[in-house]
């Protein structure tokens, strides 16, 4: 039988040392998540409070951020439903192993760490050279990409955040809706933005750039006002949509006659199945306007490894003419020690050839489970997108609350899925289902499934 990926320690609250006292924080729950921890919202109770205001950005948050959110409910669940089966579909998180032919390279360089000819200590901020290189020649072998273009970072999640601080709290943005929440979170944090309005579900000076069905998720340009920077990820996450090059292009062709910067997120590249675009500089002119960030998380099982990168073209300059790259460069050095050397002799090894090779097998594993819950939902008569070029699907319930679906889901089948809204308001009606589970758990959720909607 098929077992959840969760395990549940019983936990007791730290004694912490209070005035003196060692007394039980009962204030925090931790619970171990695989990947994590979450904090419940309560707060320590405290008899000196400092007289430093609270950040009015991070004041204008309206919830945790989404993926912890959901992991609360999944805990809730289980203290209600000790004996279920639980079936985690909600955070991408991949969970097949890592092939060995690159974890022997990572455990080969970190034991040459106990040794005086193999010990390194910092590394260039930016990225081993070999990394860098290896990059470029095969993620973006046609597209003349340099070496000195590439920032390796700890992940994709983490550059977005440095690419806030290099654009700042004053240009004006805008983003896919839906999407995901990291872009609009960090603006959020960043300043940039007014106050969350319940009416809309939107914050105030952001352009949310509506992508469903009904515009071949992509938007529509000609109506949408000129911003600074456009956050773009395609494959699109949670909607799973790969944008096409025509496409591309129109945005391309956009942000060049607004002379705007596209901040696009290639992470789920790897699971293209069709002649979309990889990376956004297959189109021509997008050095002159866009940074991509992009991630081994979902292309080789680095979520828990961490590594991704960004790259900045030489040809990507400020309105005062100042070259990005410079300025990108300065953000990683003061705010970065660059990526763990040994993440990155994993990297190095998932680009050699058999690396490569075997990674694909990962992600055609994946793809089958992909097809596996495609084929379920259709099977059922629900409108299903995504799914083809992303390991998410995104599956639509005309009329209905995403937060009343996935809870409906989530009591009736063990299964956690994530609420459309979770995204942007433009994912009313829809949950997103992650394919990147244990196949057991795939098949399992998909007969859970059929039950409940047949
Ligand atoms: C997701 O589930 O959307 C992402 O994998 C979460 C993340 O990258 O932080």
């Not at 292009?249 to 060049?256: D, P, Q, R, S």
């Not at 699971?271 to 080789?300: L, N, Q």
């Not at 970065?336 to 090779?357: H, R, T």
């Amino acid at each position: 039988m098929y077992q959840s990926h969760l395990s549940l320690p019983t936990y007791t609250p730290p004694a912490v040392l209070f005035q003196g006292k060692m007394v039980q924080n009962s204030s925090m729950v931790h619970k171990e998540r695989g990947v994590g921890m979450f904090i419940t919202r309560r707060f320590t109770r405290t008899v000196c409070q400092t007289k430093v205001p609270r950040n009015a950005n991070l004041e204008k948050l309206q919830n945790g951020y989404l993926f912890p959110e959901i992991s609360r409910h999944e805990f809730e669940h289980i203290r209600k439903h000790p004996d279920a089966k639980l079936i985690s579909l909600g955070i991408g998180d991949t969970t097949e192993p890592i092939p060995d032919i690159i974890t022997l390279d990572m455990a080969a360089h970190s034991r040459a760490l106990s040794t005086a000819e193999g010990y390194r200590g910092y590394g260039a901020e930016q990225g081993n050279k070999e990394l860098r290189k290896a990059i470029t020649e095969t993620v973006y072998r046609d597209v003349g990409v340099k070496d000195t273009e590439v920032f390796i970072s700890d992940g994709a999640q983490c550059d977005i955040s440095r690419i806030q601080l290099l654009l700042g709290s004053n240009v004006t943005m805008a983003v896919q809706d839906p999407s995901f929440p990291g872009y609009v979170d960090s603006s959020v944090i960043m300043g940039r933005t007014g106050e969350f309005q319940e009416v809309t579900g939107k914050y105030a000076n952001i352009e949310y750039m509506k992508c469903g069905p009904e515009n071949d998720f992509f938007p529509d340009l000609s109506t949408t006002p000129r911003t600074d920077i456009i956050f773009f990820v395609s494959p699109n996450n949670p909607t799973g949509y790969a944008a096409s090059r025509d496409q591309l292009e129109k945005l391309v062709e956009f942000a060049k006659k607004n002379g705007s910067i596209i901040i696009y997120d290639a992470a789920y590249a790897a699971y293209i199945s069709d002649d979309s675009p990889r990376s956004i500089f297959e189109i021509p002119g997008a050095r002159e306007v866009a940074i991509e960030i992009s991630s081994f998380s979902k292309f080789a099982g680095f979520t828990g490894v961490r590594l991704g990168w960004t790259v900045v073209p030489e040809e990507l300059v400020f309105s005062n003419g100042f070259p990005v790259i410079k300025d990108f460069d300065r953000i990683v050095c003061t705010s970065f020690n660059g990526a763990s050397n040994i993440s990155q002799a994993g990297g190095l090894a998932c680009l050699s050839p058999e690396g490569y090779k075997a990674i694909q097998g990962l992600i055609d594993f994946y793809r089958e489970n992909m097809k596996i819950m495609v084929e379920t939902f259709e099977s059922l008569g629900l409108k299903v997108y995504g799914g083809k070029n992303a390991p998410y699907l995104w599956v639509h319930f005309p009329g209905s609350s995403s937060w009343d679906i996935f809870r409906m889901i989530l009591e009736k089948t063990h299964i956690i899925t994530i609420p459309g809204t979770g995204f942007g308001p433009g994912g009313e009606g829809y949950i997103r289902v992650s394919a990147l589970g244990h196949r057991k758990c795939i098949l399992e959720a998909s007969k859970r499934l059929t039950n409940l909607f047949k």
